[in-house]
T-cell receptor, first 110, second 114 residues
Framework: DAKTTQPPSMDCAEGRAANLPCNHSTISGNEYVYWYRQIHSQGPQYIIHGLKNNETNEMASLIITEDRKSSTLILPHATLRDTAVYYCIVRVTGRRALTFGSGTRLQVQP | DTEVTQTPKHLVMGMTNKKSLKCEQHMGHRAMYWYKQKAKKPPELMFVYSYEKLSINESVPSRFSPECPNSSLLNLHLHALQPEDSALYLC?????????????FGPGTRLTVL
């Protein structure tokens, strides 16, 4: 799986959009970008995934650059419950097991 | 039911004890996983079971012994553990071990080895 680089921590004001960046410059054509988050002392939770196109679901939006070397997870209206570690993971189609990087610790401030 | 359950929530054991962690899912998933997470670190893959057969062992020491008795259950048998094995043990499942899609994680078992 391609290596990902994320900032170690970010702050966001409650009610504002949280934009979490991820670099994956060595991504190959058959690798998907996945985002998971882990709220303190809980199991990781799936957020969203994509290959080339931007994706949106009820939790977040995923913006992937045209060259696929980076992506941004957008939480449109962050709440205190969104405080968590967010993991960006690049994974080949044939292997569903996850290799977690160090992630970004997002702190939503009131 | 989109839940993965794990028991016990907490476990304290001595280095000579034998204990087991249990994981259960009723989503019809045919792939199940064990991950280990040390404090302030990301989860690390230990084992993958696909259709009740062990398909990946990430060079885990033999004091950890996984078992998949049926498609809904996954156990992790522990024997002669070391204090450095203290961690959060996470179970996950997915429809299959390949392809596209999410993994569902349980809440974990927090293990302390004395």
């Amino acid at each position: 799986d391609a290596k990902t680089t994320q900032p170690p921590s970010m702050d966001c004001a409650e009610g504002r959009a949280a934009n979490l960046p991820c670099n994956h410059s060595t991504i190959s054509g058959n690798e998907y970008v996945y985002w998971y988050r882990q709220i303190h002392s809980q199991g990781p939770q799936y957020i969203i995934h994509g290959l080339k196109n931007n994706e949106t679901n009820e939790m977040a939006s995923l913006i992937i650059t045209e060259d696929r070397k980076s992506s941004t997870l957008i939480l449109p209206h962050a709440t205190l419950r969104d405080t968590a570690v967010y993991y960006c993971i690049v994974r080949v189609t044939g292997r569903r097991a996850l290799t977690f990087g160090s992630g970004t610790r997002l702190q939503v401030q009131p | 039911d989109t839940e993965v359950t794990q028991t016990p929530k907490h476990l304290v054991m001595g280095m000579t004890n034998k204990k087991s962690l249990k994981c259960e899912q009723h989503m019809g998933h045919r792939a199940m996983y064990w991950y280990k997470q040390k404090a302030k670190k990301p989860p690390e893959l230990m084992f993958v079971y696909s259709y009740e057969k062990l398909s990946i062992n990430e060079s885990v020491p033999s004091r950890f012994s996984p078992e998949c008795p049926n498609s809904s259950l996954l156990n992790l048998h522990l024997h002669a553990l070391q204090p450095e094995d203290s961690a959060l043990y996470l179970c996950a499942s997915s429809h299959t071990a390949s392809g596209v899609g999410e993994q569902f994680f349980g809440p974990g078992t927090r293990l302390t080895v004395l």
